[in-house]
């Protein structure tokens, strides 16, 4: 069993910070991408960061330069650095990762149970 455990979601005030992280557990052989998504009331899911096995990342427009997507391959957990939260931030954020688990053949897709930032004065 594989699993991605979030935590670090809550409220916070327009202009403040919040840092989110995903841990993956179990029979783990590897992990190649792993990335953050959210998903707003009424809209649909969409990529916030994702970093790759090497280090590369990608951002959403909306979030560059306030956001940092990073990883610690001995812990098996990615984060996310939230800063100068807007309140267009709201959402529920998904931890995302492609995972070989031991024992099998290939990379499947995982996702975290979501968290909840909510960010308003």
């Known amino acids: 069993q594989v699993q991605l455990v979030e935590s670090g979601g809550g409220l916070v005030q327009p202009g403040g910070s919040l840092t989110l992280s995903c841990a993956a557990s179990?029979?783990?052989?590897?992990?190649?991408?792993m990335g953050w998504f959210r998903q707003a009331p009424g809209k649909q899911r969409e990529l916030v960061a994702v970093?790759?096995?090497?280090?590369?990342?990608n951002y959403a427009n909306s979030v560059k330069g306030r956001f940092t997507i990073s990883r610690d391959n001995a812990k098996n957990t990615v984060y996310l650095q939230m800063n100068s939260l807007e309140p267009e931030d709201t959402a529920v954020y998904y931890c995302?990762?492609?995972?070989?688990?031991?024992?099998?053949?290939?990379?499947?897709?995982?996702w975290g149970q979501g968290t909840q930032v909510t960010v308003s004065s």
């Open positions: 995302n990762a492609a995972i070989r688990p031991r024992f099998t053949g290939g990379f499947n897709d995982y």
């Open positions: 179990g029979t783990i052989f590897s992990i190649n991408a």
């Open positions: 970093i790759l096995s090497d280090g590369n990342t």
